[in-house]
């Protein structure tokens, strides 16, 4: 069969951090069953481009991801694409197509939904609509009948062995390299992407990644990963590396390991990670530092500790305090995420905030989002059996509501101020300031974000 797979494209478009990694994942599993593949980034291509390359191809199998946040997007790209190519079968996959499979095939005239996990899934999925076998024996699906009726397979188990994947197929991208892409400001570019483990010990409320992977934390062994950075780094000429992990050093024997392996294969690659602050370590953070560990990022979120109690963040100002200063140690860049409008979020907690940022000293403060109300987390479920808001809603709009269940959005959007204007005093000078007014035309005006690529790193 031909297959096309597409990633989602970007209400505003612009040019992406990294190449979408997920679809490259199944791009390999297509390879590997003998498919001719094509993959295209619908976020550095955009609707009219991506018409272009499926009208070209003329595909047997159109795959295409759902989000939450790009749904409205996806919805007209099927649209077209079943207009385009009508004879083409049209599936979904992603995390919003797994939680709400009727509610995609009822916007869409797509035959079949991937849920959860879609590796080995994929796979059978090809091979049975290749040799024309009834999808009812595929597990981990949705899809219409002859008749007309929506059906489900039983649940598909996580994959236990991680090193089975295949590498992802970077190359199905028409015309590849790593230079499209925005990378991560720490990193010198060509900046690649990887993912060393799914899952996260950690079950924050308003996080929806256990819904999707699950909460059992699952890993690539090191020799496995040190394989992907070789092909990377020897092959595809990456400078660069982001663990997209939501947690990479909870195994840190795993960790060093992998460290010690860069620096005996002297790769001379600078890297960045995320992680969890109960998850600093001195001695592996000098052992990431040495191995090429530029910046890690932290989900700080808040100051408060009675706002980290209440999303079950598991962390305390001191847990963050101890981390960064470790960090900052190890001469490591250490980047703080933090958000506003989580429960019991009043002036006082978004001061608590501003004065630990003062303390703690991140190299930059991510985000001061107001929280969304995204399905797949405990905070969407609450809010659904407070009567808040309904599931038809992700059906009936495209849009992704913030959290008012206590405040309105114009006040949310007042204590972000609050909190943005306070920690740019904080840090003192001139450029803080300036990235706050930049921020502050970036919130009030989304369009604009395809500017972002022009900022110079210094203001971000």
Same mark, same amino acid.
């Given at each position: 069969m031909k297959v096309l797979l597409i990633s989602h494209p970007d209400k505003y478009r612009q040019k992406p951090d990294f190449p979408p990694i997920g679809v490259?994942?199944?791009?390999?599993?297509?390879?590997?069953?003998?498919?001719?593949?094509?993959?295209?980034?619908?976020?550095?291509t955009g609707i009219p481009g991506?018409?272009?390359?499926?009208?070209?191809?003329?595909?047997?199998?159109?795959?295409?991801?759902?989000?939450?946040?790009?749904?409205?997007?996806?919805?007209?790209?099927?649209?077209?694409?079943?207009?385009?190519?009508?004879?083409?079968?049209?599936?979904?996959?992603?995390?919003?197509?797994?939680?709400?499979?009727?509610?995609?095939?009822?916007?869409?005239?797509?035959s079949v939904v991937v849920l959860g996990e879609g590796e080995e899934t994929f796979g059978e999925l090809l091979e049975a609509l290749d040799k024309g076998r009834d999808l009812e024996q595929v597990r981990g699906i949705a899809y219409r009948s002859r008749d007309g009726a929506i059906l489900r397979t039983g649940p598909r188990p996580q994959i236990e062995n991680l090193d089975a994947i295949f590498y992802p197929y970077y190359t199905g991208y028409r015309d590849f390299t790593f230079r499209h892409y925005a990378g991560f400001p720490a990193?010198?570019?060509?900046?690649?992407?990887?993912?060393?483990?799914?899952?996260?010990?950690?079950?924050?409320?308003?996080?929806?990644?256990?819904?999707?992977?699950?909460?059992?934390?699952?890993?690539?062994?090191?020799?496995?990963?040190?394989?992907?950075?070789?092909?990377? @780094?020897?092959?595809?000429?990456?400078?660069?590396?982001?663990?997209?992990?939501?947690?990479?050093?909870?195994n840190k024997e795993r960790a060093a390991e992998i460290c010690e392996g860069m620096l005996t294969r002297?790769?001379?690659?600078?890297?960045?990670?995320?992680?969890?602050?109960?998850?600093?370590?001195?001695?592996?953070? +000098?052992?990431? +530092?040495?191995?090429?560990? @530029?910046?890690?990022?932290?989900?700080?979120?808040?100051?408060?500790?009675?706002?980290?109690?209440?999303?079950?963040?598991?962390?305390?100002? +001191?847990?963050?305090?101890?981390?960064?200063s470790l960090a900052h140690e190890a001469g490591i860049k250490p980047r703080a995420f933090i958000m506003v409008g989580n429960s019991g979020e009043d002036e006082g907690t978004i001061d608590e905030t501003i004065d630990l940022i003062g303390r703690i000293?991140?190299?930059?403060?991510?985000?001061?989002?107001?929280?969304?109300?995204?399905?797949?987390?405990?905070?969407?479920?609450?809010? @659904?059996?407070?009567?808040?808001?309904?599931?038809s809603y992700w059906r009936d709009f495209d849009d992704v509501p913030f959290n008012t269940q206590e405040r309105e959005y114009k006040e949310l959007i007042r204590l972000r101020q609050r909190l943005m204007l306070g920690i740019a005093r904080k840090k003192e000078g001139l450029m803080p300031l300036v990235n706050y007014y930049l921020k502050t035309v970036y919130y009030r005006y989304p369009f604009l974000s395809p500017?972002?690529?022009? @900022?110079?790193?210094v203001f971000r």
């Open positions: 490259a994942y199944l791009g390999a599993v297509s390879v590997g069953g003998g498919h001719e593949t094509l993959l295209i980034d619908g976020g550095l991506i018409l272009r390359q499926a009208k070209a191809f003329s595909p047997d199998f159109i795959g295409v991801t759902c989000w939450t946040i790009h749904r409205g997007t996806v919805w007209k790209l099927c649209a077209m694409l079943t207009e385009a190519l009508p004879n083409a079968i049209l599936a979904l996959g992603g995390p919003h197509a797994t939680l709400f499979p009727d509610h995609v095939l009822a916007k869409t005239h797509a990193l010198p570019r060509p900046t690649a992407a990887m993912i060393t483990s799914r899952g996260c010990v950690f079950d924050c409320t308003y996080c929806a990644s256990v819904s999707f992977w699950g909460r059992r934390w699952r890993y690539r062994s090191a020799a496995n990963i040190l394989g992907e950075m070789d092909w990377l @780094v020897k092959e595809l000429g990456v400078k660069s590396l982001y663990l997209f992990d939501d947690n990479f050093p909870v002297k790769y001379g690659i600078r890297w960045s990670c995320c992680s969890h602050v109960r998850m600093a370590d001195r001695d592996l953070l +000098k052992l990431m +530092k040495s191995s090429g560990c @530029v910046s890690i990022d932290f989900g700080v979120e808040s100051g408060s500790d009675r706002i980290l109690k209440s999303i079950n963040k598991k962390q305390t100002r +001191k847990d963050i305090e101890r981390a960064f000293r991140p190299y930059s403060s991510v985000g001061a989002s107001i929280l969304w109300l995204l399905p797949g987390t405990t905070v969407y479920d609450e809010a @659904v059996k407070n009567g808040h808001i309904r599931e500017l972002r690529a022009l @900022v110079p790193d």
